[in-house]
């Protein structure tokens, strides 16, 4: 079974960093590209940033470029997204997303596997 399980989230105050973590299970990622997304309350959920697992190229949602940093290291199967500069509205439920047929990185339908998410919280 594919999992794909997110950890790190937390409360922070504005301008504090936080890493999230992404443990992908189940089968093998090397020709698979992997995202975050997040949805706050209330709102739809939003692309934030996409990684290819074997080649690291990296995509960025115009709101977290030069934030946040996607990361992977295939030989844990970890997916990263280190979150600096934090502000309130980057507050929301983050999730993890794999998907192998990717031609539009932030078109959630196109991710075939999903994590649970996990909550990030930025005070201000």
């Known amino acids: 079974q594919v999992q794909l399980v997110e950890s790190g989230g937390g409360l922070v105050q504005a301008g504090g960093s936080l890493t999230l973590s992404c443990a992908a299970s189940?089968?093998?990622?090397?020709?698979?590209?992997m995202a975050w997304f997040r949805q706050a309350p209330g709102k739809e959920r939003e692309f934030v940033a996409s990684?290819?697992?074997?080649?690291?190229?990296?995509y960025y949602a115009d709101s977290v470029k030069g934030r946040f940093v996607i990361s992977r290291d295939p030989a844990k199967n970890l997916v990263a997204l280190q979150m600096n500069s934090l502000k309130p509205e980057d507050t929301a439920v983050y999730y993890c997303?794999?998907?192998?047929?990717?031609?539009?990185?932030?078109?959630?339908?196109?991710?075939?596997?999903w994590g649970q998410g996990t909550q990030v919280t930025v005070s201000s």
């Open positions: 997303a794999g998907g192998r047929y990717i031609s539009d990185d932030d078109n959630q339908r196109q991710y075939n596997y």
């Open positions: 990684i290819t697992w074997s080649g690291g190229s990296t």
């Open positions: 189940g089968r093998t990622f090397s020709s698979y590209r």
